[in-house]
């Protein structure tokens, strides 16, 4: 059987008295989404073992998954991994949980800034670090589940209250700093974008600013922005070439 699942097998001969009473309050219904099984193996015994107040009823790898799962479309909490391997949009995860009624944590390893502030602001309610102790895990689950906001730790605070994951870079400011970061010159980025090599500048020059406002210094090197970015969170390198978008149709032509 598969041991993601193995407790999911209806119980034989289980005493009634297991069974919710006026005196035993219905457990807090958590739901996880987290692309390593070996995560959520642990996640449910130690909720199991230790919380009998928290049940874990539905894990899934992706949103889409724990959406199809009856259990996981009607949890109160969930616990949202934010880099998970089919790419999804951190904020529209979020946001998709949220529509069920759901409350969401972020649950991760990741500590770049830009990234959480990206679940904050599409509406998660806390930030609980994997690295952080389990008791810390079930204060957040208590506390989402009566709609209050937690951070699980000193470090959790500090990468929540970081400045330099509220910088907000426009779209375009994403794409030339991505292409930049691959290496690629101005007058390719200009021909993939379909704008000029000062538009190009332009937009580099705007990124620089960002940060210089948010109290991070002036960058002025290609790398040093490149490389704030990066860390912080605003842009990820993949091995995958770059694209031209689409260019707008223009009628006439």
């Known amino acids: 059987m598969d041991p993601l699942h193995a407790q999911d097998a209806p119980a034989q001969n289980k ?11 219905t457990p807090i219904r958590v739901a996880a989404v987290d692309d390593h099984p070996i995560v959520l193996v642990g996640l449910r015994a130690s909720l199991a073992g230790t919380t009998p107040d928290i049940a874990l009823v539905a894990i899934a790898e992706d949103v889409d998954s724990l959406l199809a799962q009856e259990d996981g479309a009607t949890a109160s909490v969930v616990l949202l991994d934010l880099r998970l391997r089919d790419d999804s949009d951190i904020g529209e995860n979020v946001r998709r949980l949220r529509a ?3 409350r969401v944590l972020a649950y991760t390893t990741e500590q770049r800034p830009a990234l959480i502030r990206r679940a904050l602001d599409a509406g998660a309610l806390g930030l609980v670090l994997k690295e952080d102790p389990q008791a810390r895990l079930a204060e957040a689950v208590r506390a989402a589940h009566a709609g209050e906001a937690y951070v699980s730790s000193r470090l959790a605070h500090q990468i929540v209250n970081d400045p330099r994951g509220g910088i907000r870079l426009s779209r375009q400011q994403h794409r030339v700093l991505e292409l930049i970061a691959r290496g690629l010159p101005h007058g390719q980025i200009a021909k993939l974008l379909h704008i000029t090599e000062d538009t190009v500048r332009t937009h580099r020059k705007r990124a620089i600013e960002a940060y210089t406002d948010a109290g991070d210094g002036l960058l002025g090197k290609n790398t040093e922005i490149v490389w704030r970015a990066v860390a912080d969170g605003h842009i990820d390198i993949g091995p995958e070439r770059p694209e031209a978008p689409e260019r707008p149709h223009t009628p006439g032509r």
């Open 15 to 25: 005493p009634a008295q297991d069974a919710p009473t006026q005196d035993t309050p």
């Open 100 to 102: 069920t009624g759901a």
